[in-house]
């Protein structure tokens, strides 16, 4: 059984894949660039240095890479209010604790955003710790964030939790297996393929059946 779970905050935790789609698409709209916005949907979970050479080639991305991302913070923190925590986030931590099991925030997220989410969360004084954009060096799906998460609580044996295809690499080239639900959009089938252990349709769901799982 794992002793330490690594969950991800965005479109896992947190209701925000959308959000984050918008802001992409009307930053690189001010750039420009039209994309449809189901594309940057499928990037979402990916890290802005990841996400805008993937959706825009590498030479878009020297020319106006980081323009583009200092927009989309722009456009996403006028957005930010509108999240919510889904539902039985805060009570998967709680389960996950009372199973003794160690619980970092596997986040890439600016500071300003990831206190937001502890506070919605509830859980600043719950989890044993998070990360933040100020870990890593390249996000997903490269594995610097899995193993700063890692890091931050020395467990050998831990599981990822998230939502996306993005999440289910990275954990992998960092050894560590992944526990999906489908709430960031992505297809049980597609989640599946990319190799997650196991799939859920949501937090609440993985709570209940928490103790079928590695995590259990």
């Not at 502890?118 to 870990?135: E, I, N, P």
Request: with cysteine.
């Amino acid at each position: 059984m794992a002793k330490a779970a690594l969950l991800d905050v965005d479109g896992t935790l947190i209701d925000m894949n959308y959000h984050h789609a918008l802001a992409w698409y009307r930053a690189f709209r001010e750039h420009d660039i039209t994309l449809p916005i189901w594309r940057i949907h499928r990037a979402v979970g990916m890290g802005g240095d990841q996400l805008v050479p993937a959706l825009v080639g590498e030479e878009v991305d020297r020319d106006q890479g980081d323009d583009i991302r200092e927009t989309r913070d722009k456009a996403y923190s006028k957005l930010i209010e509108e999240v919510v925590p889904f539902q039985g986030a805060h009570d998967l931590v709680c389960a996950l604790l009372e199973r003794d099991v160690a619980v970092v925030l596997a986040s890439s997220a600016p500071e300003e955003e990831l206190d937001h989410y502890l506070d919605l969360l509830d859980v600043r004084s719950l989890v044993d710790a998070w990360t933040t954009k100020d870990d890593v060096e390249r996000t997903k799906p490269e594995p610097d964030l899995v193993k700063a998460a890692l890091a931050k609580v020395k467990e050998g044996d831990a599981v990822m939790v998230g939502d996306t295809k993005w999440d289910v690499e990275a954990a992998a080239k960092a050894g560590v297996p992944t526990i999906c639900v489908m709430t960031g959009g992505w297809a049980r089938v597609e989640l599946v393929e990319a190799g997650a252990v196991a799939v859920y349709e949501s937090v609440d769901e993985l709570r209940v059946r928490l103790d079928e799982t590695l995590l259990g």
